[in-house]
C-alpha cells in the first residue's frame, strides 16, 4: 500500500472491509440528505461510499428499537 502511494495512487483502499457488514441485518443512511432518512434491512446489500451502515455491536439489541429514534 505505501508503494502504491509513493507511486501517486491515492485511490488506494487503506482498511479492508468486513464482509459481514454487507450481509447482516443494518440501518443504511446517506451520508448526505436534506432530511433524516434511515432505512432497515436484513437483505445483503452493497453501498458505493456515499452510504453508511450502521450495525449491531450487541445482539441484546435491535436495530429496529434504534431504527425511530
Known amino acids: 500500500m505505501q508503494?502504491?502511494?509513493k507511486q501517486g495512487k491515492w485511490?488506494?483502499?487503506f482498511a479492508a472491509r468486513d464482509?459481514?457488514?454487507f450481509e447482516e441485518d443494518k440501518i443504511v443512511?446517506?451520508?448526505r440528505s436534506?432530511?433524516?432518512e434511515f432505512g432497515y434491512t436484513k437483505r445483503p446489500w452493497f453501498g458505493?461510499?456515499?452510504t453508511y451502515f450502521i450495525v449491531s455491536?450487541?445482539?441484546d439489541y435491535s436495530l429496529k428499537?434504534?431504527?425511530p429514534i
Do not use: G, M, R, T
Request: glycine share 0%; hydrophobic share 45%.
Open 3 to 5: 508503494a502504491a502511494l
Open 11 to 13: 485511490w488506494v483502499i
Open 19 to 21: 464482509f459481514k457488514v
Open 29 to 31: 443512511c446517506p451520508q
Open 34 to 36: 436534506y432530511s433524516n
Open 48 to 50: 458505493s461510499a456515499d
Open 57 to 59: 455491536c450487541n445482539k
Open 65 to 67: 428499537y434504534l431504527l
